[in-house]
């Protein structure tokens, strides 16, 4: 099976598993060998030899939604993400991380009228966070950030009455 890494964001590496504890790699466009040589009980601690050196290992943490692992190597700290076989026939197809349309504002997503905005221009924002709360049909609603941003502009002021569709938040 392979599978594809980068690591730290930038330097991507190629990996075919076997059933003997060994990884054939491609990295910087330069074919390896890795072997598992020792593993804890957990799996999240090991030892590896590559090319006649031996490297400790341990995986620190697992995002699965994001497909990364923490981990440190020899003293060094890794963030690896990891692609499978389907990650990458998405990719191929344009259908992967990179082709998800990139958020530029938050719009009213029904008439109402803006009780309270929770957010500041220039203010950084996580995804879920509150940023409007907006009146609609006798109900406060409370909109979250779509996105993990910055906030650019704020269209709306306390008060407002909005239509549907109405650009309320701009993210840089």
Known sequence: MEIKSTIDGNKEISFETSGDSALSFTFNNKESMLKILNQSEDRKAFILNKDGRK?????????PVKKELLMKVDGSYLTVKIEDEYDLLLKSMGMGAGAVKKIND?????????????VKPGQEVVKDEPIVVLEAMKMENLLKSPIDGTIKSIEVEKGDTVEKNRVLVNFE
């Open 55 to 63: 490297y400790e290992a341990r995986i620190l943490k697992v995002d």
């Open 106 to 118: 938050m719009k009213a997503p029904m008439p109402g009228v803006v009780l309270d905005i929770k």
